[in-house]
């Protein structure tokens, strides 16, 4: 239901996705008769949560640890970017080296 400003909020109770609900006050102002104009506000698409984990380190070799979660949603892919401390400082993640999971992610 709105409220007198025009607004309302579902916050996704029972696991449903939380929606905010907002009306055109001059659409509202018209009487009982005619619909009122409402936008629904609401994630489009649920991503994913991802952890980064420690890294081990064996000599010259570096192993990246982290977890992929799909949350339900559809199937989560995963890739590591890596890059030196003074680039990433400069350029953030632009230009990075990659590295696939393996596993590629949850499905």
Known sequence: MLDR???????????????????????????????????VFGALLTLPDAITLPATVAGQNVTFKGEV????????TCLFQYTEEATFAKVGFEGAATAPCAPAGPR
């Open 5 to 39: 400003a025009g607004e309302s909020l579902d916050e996704g109770e029972g696991g449903g996705e939380p929606r905010l609900y907002v009306g055109d006050a001059a659409s509202l102002s018209h009487g009982p008769d005619v619909r009122p104009d409402v936008k």
């Open 69 to 76: 979660g799909a949350d339900g949603g559809p199937a989560a």
